[in-house]
């Protein structure tokens, strides 16, 4: 249970929480003395929001740490990740619609090429598209195990997930990827005694694979990655009281949510505006609504400075929508940095701008910006501490002790 | 294990990270509405760095905590105090080559002078030259104790350390220093049973001292301070994955670096040029620094405003020929207050300053000094922090989960 003292103190409540999570806010001067990307980006919206609301930063997961994101979405959400430790196996699998009970194990699969001797020559075959993906899986989708149900499904371009089924399953298996070339991919061994035989029974699985793809012209091998099973994560009505609805493009995200017991709304498009409006029409149904906006990341991690600034100002312009709501908080912040200097996930302190109605603590703050978030009233502090802020400025937490 | 959640992380790195410490850098303005000591000092150097780094400020111990000097660097080197104690006789014992086993129960002295009824007339016999101190460490090296074994070395000035090895000893035992003058010293007592005869041991030898000192001139008592055994703490090596050195002049510090396993190097002279020409001249063989200055903290003790501020510019001054050998990560800070206003150690935050390559959060600080640091983009954060960041800096951590 994330913050158990929260529980007898949680308030029934009609008010409404937004959380505006930009993957990878958080960035750094592309050169020397510059501005990060938030600084660079024209954000009329977000800093009257930082004007009337109080902004901090949010360390993820520990100083230092440099977040996944599964990790950094749980705490988001509440949940230490030390804590709690979920494969992202199990998020992508959940996330595009794969039913991951207690004792399953999940996991997560790249396709790859592999020279005659055995050894990676390309990570991600290539990056190859969903199209030529497809048929591939389909493929897997053949492979039967004594004692084991088995499910695979396409994730986008040369991804794919697996979930396994059956009686002493264990998920304490570290990743198959050597995370680089010219090595074989890495065999399924255990961490663990007790993930022994689910190992040797995935061995099984990729040796089978490689033999029905060992003449295909995209990829003929696989690696895995993040195996996990169901977490049993107390869910975000039991934690906070609160109905939550997720909306969000991508399966990992979704899965996340739904671990936590977020319903995933669907909806047509996927620009913020898109997501916006999906959240508008179901705005009566919930009262907690988590808003994920991948492609801040993805420019990060591309190095695209302008381009992650662009996204950032996108999603600017398209705030009125959530703010005709009138919600009772909007959190605005990132799940962990992806400076486009360092084109890739970072352990930098996280921007954060928390707006609530009429609640917000005064601070001398005007624009929402990694320096200004680093003076905000809010300080620095664990991404955990999110929720219970969002409740108490939401009005949903009762006073401790008399 | 400091910071357990490192482990799994650890990247191997042919990247370099000095930790610089002025010990007792933090001050307060000498008079209300003032400077403190290193906003005074001109640091034209420390202030370059201070621009293309991040500032903070960091807690040693806990807050409202004053520090002595043991526990303040096993918290810099991430060790939590409160967890780890270690008594200073076994850092200073170590310090000055004595060895410190698992289960030897070290201890530091002080020659005193008592009066014809035991009482103290100074706690340290008018602090004596180590010259005149040295022949009554002589007499003390003659006492023999049946079924332990015991070592006798001097200190500086009237100072001395003593390490007990022998069968089921225990260190849990109070200072006989009364920290006054016109009472006796305390007996050695035993805080827990098991300590009880390890208590009974020192009282006889104590016993055997005075008879020995009887009739000297110069002190004619002792006290005892500190009783420590090794502590037995994870070393750097199994825990940062780091192949550290030392650099210091002050046995204490020595002590307690070798504590954590790092190799304390030898060199000429002990000014901060003196130091850190010791660094460069062991540049390739080590990829961890701990340099460590101790002056700032004696001028503070001193109550010497002026003389405090004046080391700290001999080390802005010698700090280029730490900066020609190119770290990745340089850290500077203290271990903890020591404002030349109170004439001691102190509970403040001590002032950080984080520079990396390329990779600090940029802040809106121009300057390192107190205030400054309380604005800085690092935060306000246990000293215990700072090594996950130093570390995380210096891209020897890989990402937390997928």
């Known amino acids: 249970m994330p913050a158990p003292h929260l529980q007898p103190l949680l308030r029934t409540s009609n008010s409404k929480i937004i959380l505006l999570i930009l993957d990878g806010l958080g960035g750094l001067p592309i050169e020397p003395g510059g501005t990060t990307e ?18 901090g930063q949010t360390i993820p997961i520990r100083p230092g740490i440099t977040p996944g994101s599964g990790p950094a979405h749980l705490a988001l959400f509440g949940y230490d ?65 004594p004692g084991v149900e ?3 499904r396409q994730l986008k371009e040369y991804r794919f997930a697996v979930v396994m089924r059956g009686d002493g399953l264990n998920d304490q298996i570290p990743d198959t990827d050597p995370q680089r070339t010219g090595v074989p991919p890495h ?44 977490p049993q994560l107390p869910s975000f009505q039991i934690s906070y009281g609160l109905n939550p609805a997720c909306v969000a493009v991508y399966p990992m995200y979704k899965g996340v949510s ?11 498009g996927e620009s ?16 907690f609504f988590f808003v994920h906006i991948k492609k801040t990341d993805s420019k990060g991690e591309d190095g695209d400075f302008a381009g992650k600034a662009a996204i950032i100002e996108s999603v600017d312009k398209a705030l009125p929508t959530l703010l005709r709501l009138n919600p009772d908080v909007l959190v605005v912040t990132g799940d962990h940095s992806t400076p486009a200097r360092m084109k890739s996930h970072s352990w930098h302190p996280v921007p954060l701008l ?34 219970p802020l969002a409740l108490a400025h939401a009005g949903r937490l009762d006073k401790y002790g008399a």
């Open 272 to 287: 913020p505006e898109d997501e916006f409006a999906a959240v508008a029409a179901a705005w009566n149904d919930y009262d």
């Open 187 to 230: 065999p399924v061994t255990a961490s663990v005694p007790a993930a022994a035989r689910t190992a040797s029974l995935y061995q099984q699985w990729v040796d089978a694979a490689r033999a029905l793809l060992k003449d295909q012209p995209h990829a003929n091998g696989l690696t895995l990655r993040g195996f996990g099973s169901d």
């Open 81 to 145: 990740p030390i804590e709690y430790l979920v494969g992202r196996g199990a998020l992508e699998a959940t996330g595009i619609g794969l039913e991951v009970r207690p004792g399953d194990v999940a996991v997560r699969g790249n396709f790859c090429t592999l020279d005659a001797a055995g050894n990676i020559t390309d990570r991600r075959a290539g990056r190859i598209s969903t199209e030529q993906a497809a048929p591939l899986v389909e493929l897997l989708k053949s492979i039967s195990l």
């Open 150 to 152: 088995l499910q695979v």
């Open 38 to 55: 938030l600084e660079a980006a024209a954000t009329p919206n977000l800093d009257r929001l930082a004007v009337e609301g109080a902004l």
């Open 354 to 387: 928390l707006w609530s109605q009429d609640r917000s603590l005064p601070d001398q703050q005007t624009r929402f910006g990694e320096r200004s978030c680093a003076l905000g009233g809010l300080g620095t502090f664990p991404a955990t501490d999110i929720m």
């Open 258 to 268: 739904q671990l936590v017991g977020m319903k995933v709304l669907g909806f047509p």
